[in-house]
Each structure stands twice: as C-alpha cells, then as structure tokens.
C-alpha cells in the first residue's frame, strides 16, 4: 500500500491506468524503463518498476504496423509516436534518404522499404517483405498522399494533374487495404488506418483532385469497414485540418511555411494551438490501440471544431464578447 500512495502523490490524474495495474499485480518481472514512463512518472516512481508490466504502458508492444509517407510530415512525427509505443515499424516511401535515416536513428525496431504506393508490385513487395520479416501485421497505416502545385479551376485543371493526386492519395490507399486484408484475413484481426482530410467534410479548401481524392479515401475506409468487420478487422480514417510545417507536401521556405501556417491558424476555430503533425499522429495512435478497440468506420476529424463551425456566419453576426 506505501508504495501505491508514493505513486499517487506523483500525479493525480495521468497514473491512474497504473494504480489500477498494481492494485491487480503482485508481482511482475523487470524490464527497461520505457521513456513514456521516465516522462509520466518520473524518477521518484522508479522503484515501483518492478511490479509494473510494461503492456500497462505502451499501447502497440509487439504489435507490426507499416506507415505509408512514413519518412516525413504526419508519417515520421507517426512512426516516433509508434516506436514510442513499442511497435515494430516498417517506413515505405520514396523518399530513400530521409526513410533510412529515420530507420537508422530507432534501430532494428523500425526499417524502410522503398515503395511507390501507387505501383501494385511495389505495394505487393511491402506486405510480403513486412510478413517474411515479422511474421505478422497488425497496422497499415495508409498515410501517404501529395498535393497540387495551386488551388487550380476546374477549366485550367488536366487530366494528368488529377490522375498523378489520384494515383498516390487513392489508388495508394486502396493497394495497402487490398494487400494488407490479404494477410489479415486469414489472422482474422488486423487495423487499417487511412490519413483523409477536412477537405473532405468541407469543401473549397482544396484543389479539385485533392478533396476528391481524400472523398474517395473517405468512401473506401467505410466500405471496407462494412465488408472487413466480419473478420474481426477494423478501418478508420483520420482526417487533419491543415498540417503546414514538416509535411513535405508543399515547397516553402521556412519564412513562408510560418507565414502560411499562422494565416491557416487566424482562419481556424480553435485558438491557442497551432496544428502539428503530432498532433495527428497521436489520433492515429489512439485509432490503432486497443483502447479503440471497438471503433471501427470512424472519420476522426483532427480540425478544432472548424467543421461544425460556419465561420462566414459567424462573422457576419460578430463575434461574442
């Protein structure tokens, strides 16, 4: 009882899942200190480690997951917050340098395979490599996605610009769900997780391409979920308001991305935090856990409220005092 009320007196509110475990355990062998537990509890906890199960403090141990654009933007800030988390984490991408450098700075934990998402060969050779690596999948994550040059009309758009914004955001999608159901299936368990966007739910904040490419994501992730549940399989999607800075998406320098990104701020609904791709990846994170682990066909808006807010109106009446 002494050592749980020392626990308790560290903090109040983020211990609680702990309490609750050592209240349940009598005794469980140690193991290294998880950095989320230095972070949460600090060293004044440390000497009750030995009765606490690392299971109780990650979310993902054990667990493979693949994130498509996994080497920047949400995709990298996304497989930090997994490792964290005690996953095996493969990165696919194209961005070889920027992947193998994120693979090298976690370890054997985490790997990249080069990977063009709308190129079936190429998506089929991840899921096999991951499988032949790993012997399982738990996550695929489908993450990756670009973006048009400019918010172009319809009557100066082409037939290529929409069939490059396609190809990557929704075709992509759709071969990481076909291949990754081919194995889950038969584990009779598994997580798809597609990246959507707000563009979807609202319109004019895209080009044409893009929110029809993250509609259809959007479209595919329900379906899915409908056709996959009976083989115990979830798929949700997460669909971020306006991720600026370290997305990799569009070409700014750095005096510009800041300028945009406080611009996208002004015109948001919730003040006092600017939007980060962390901020998504924790989304994703909860999606795939456990904790989750009854929800499934979700669009998880990550937008501030912008999307049940009509900030035209809103104006036009004035702001409360």
Known sequence: MASLERV????????????????????????SHSPIFRR????????VWPLVSTAFLVWLEGKVAII????????????????EHGANVVIADVQDNLGQAIAEKYGEKVSYIHCDVSNEDDVCNLI?????????????????????SSYMRILDSTKTDIERVLGVNLVGAFLGAKHAARVMIPQRKGCILFTSSASASIAGLSSHAYAASKSGVLGLARNLAAELGQYGIRVNCVSPYAVVIGTGMVPLSAEEAAKTEMAVNEIGNLKGHILKAIDVAKAALYLVSEDANYISGLNLLVDGGYSVVNPSMRNFLGSPP
């Not at 308790?8 to 193991?31: C, F, I, Y």
């Not at 949460?40 to 000497?47: D, M, P």
């Open 8 to 31: 308790w007196r560290v903090s109040s509110v983020g211990l609680t899942r702990l309490v609750l475990a050592l209240a349940r355990v009598t005794r469980v062998e140690s193991g």
């Open 40 to 47: 949460r509890v600090g060293a004044r906890a440390s000497s």
């Open 68 to 83: 498509t654009g996994g080497a920047s933007g949400i995709g990298a800030s996304t497989v930090h917050l997994f490792h």
């Open 128 to 148: 096999d490599t991951t499988i032949a690596k790993h012997g399982q999948l738990d996550i695929m994550y489908s993450n990756a996605g670009i973006v048009d």
